[in-house]
């Protein structure tokens, strides 16, 4: 069984701070990996995704991949009361199957 | 606005009706999903679509049935559904199956009584 686990939280960070979140994944041959952000009421968005070892930037939002440890991370600098959100992390299943596998996901929470 | 839109955004129905779930995407894009999102539970993966194939059912109770005439449309019909199927359900396409950045839409958010 295929699976992505993440620490629910939540996640308090006060604003301006460095939040940082964690997913691990079961599957080694897992090639690619999405950060998806989900307001309240709202569908998820994508707002990162990373294929390679080491770090990708985005603005604010850095993902780290570490394959031999089977760890993504999420980093957000200078957390607004905005980012306040859960992040759910997805795995696919298997390549060429459209199949993704979700984290439950951490809901974050940035006091200003 | 991702390019996918559903409609009904919010929808009520008792056990011995019929209703269908729309999803149309704007993109371009080859692939489409069904996905329900239940209270404290992770996303899960209904169906998907590819080039109107159902490439994926993943063990979805037949009171579930989806339909895809095109690339651009998804439907989900639901009949004699069960009170435990209230949740967000939401559509989903991306470039094709291997591309896997999907992009969703709003959701429907079905209530069953």
């Known amino acids: 069984q295929k699976e992505v686990e993440q620490n629910s939280g939540p996640l308090s960070v006060p604003e301006g701070a460095i939040a940082s979140l964690n997913c691990t994944y079961s599957d080694r041959g897992s090639q690619s990996f999405f950060w998806y952000r989900q307001y309240s009421g709202k569908s998820p968005e994508l707002i990162m995704f990373i294929y390679s070892n080491g770090d990708k930037e985005d603005g604010r939002f850095t993902a780290q991949l570490n394959k031999a440890s089977q760890y993504v991370s999420l980093l957000i600098r200078d957390s607004q009361p905005s980012d306040s959100a859960t992040y759910l992390c997805a795995v696919p299943f298997s390549s060429n199957t459209g199949k993704l596998i979700f984290g439950q996901g951490t809901t974050l929470q940035v006091k200003p | 606005e991702t390019g996918v839109t559903q409609t009904p955004r919010h929808l009520v129905m008792g056990m011995t009706n019929k209703k269908s779930l729309k999803c149309e995407q704007h993109?371009?894009?080859?692939?489409m999903y069904w996905y329900k999102q239940s209270a404290k539970k992770p996303l899960e993966l209904m169906f998907v679509?590819?080039?109107?194939?159902?490439?994926e059912n993943n063990s979805v109770p037949s009171r579930f049935s989806p339909e895809c005439p095109n690339s651009s449309h998804l439907f989900l019909h639901l009949h004699t559904l069960q009170p435990e199927d209230s949740a967000l359900y939401l559509c989903?396409?991306?470039?094709?199956?291997?591309?896997?950045?999907?992009?969703f839409g709003p959701g429907t958010r079905l209530t069953v009584t």
């Open positions: 993109l371009g894009h080859n692939a």
């Open positions: 679509y590819n080039f109107k194939e159902q490439t």
């Open positions: 989903a396409s991306s470039q094709d199956r291997g591309g896997n950045e999907q992009y």
